[in-house]
């Protein structure tokens, strides 16, 4: 399973820190985690400014570009909405704009979200471990900063 997350900052970065403004409103980079059905990372990639979204992350990461060496024809992943399908990318179906989706696509949707709760947990587990990655707050005297 695949799946994007992002990793919060305690400020702008000096150069291009625009670029790391997220739709949620703070500063962050993004990441996106690999995982096995167990929860265990098989690979991750970090770095990328929080504004990317998750579909060109991937399209520009060293596996995709590099799929041959890391998939055979029997090897896909399991990706949310945001990924575009491929022969190694099996995503959501997207809702289409004043659409609704058909009874299998829904079907589909709920069956693959039922597997790839363990991606949320894998990434879940992961800030839990690391706790900074959730990045923390300190009070000082005038006012509350985040910091990482």
Known sequence: ??????FPLAFAPTVNGEDYYTRKGDY????????????RITW????????????????????????????DHKKYLLGDSAFS???????????????????????????????????EHCIGLLKARFQWLRGFWIQDATKSLPTC
């Open 1 to 6: 399973m695949i799946d994007g997350t992002l």
């Open 28 to 39: 962050a980079t993004k990441g996106l985690v690999i995982c096995d059905d167990a929860a």
């Open 44 to 71: 991750i990639e970090v770095g990328w400014p929080g504004s990317v979204q998750d579909n060109r992350v991937w399209s520009n990461s060293e596996i995709y570009l590099g799929r041959d060496k890391y998939f």
């Open 85 to 119: 399908t491929s022969a190694v990318m099996i995503p959501a179906f997207k809702k289409g704009h004043n659409s609704s989706l058909s009874e299998e696509k829904r079907f589909f949707n709920t069956k693959l979200a039922k597997v790839r709760i363990k991606s």
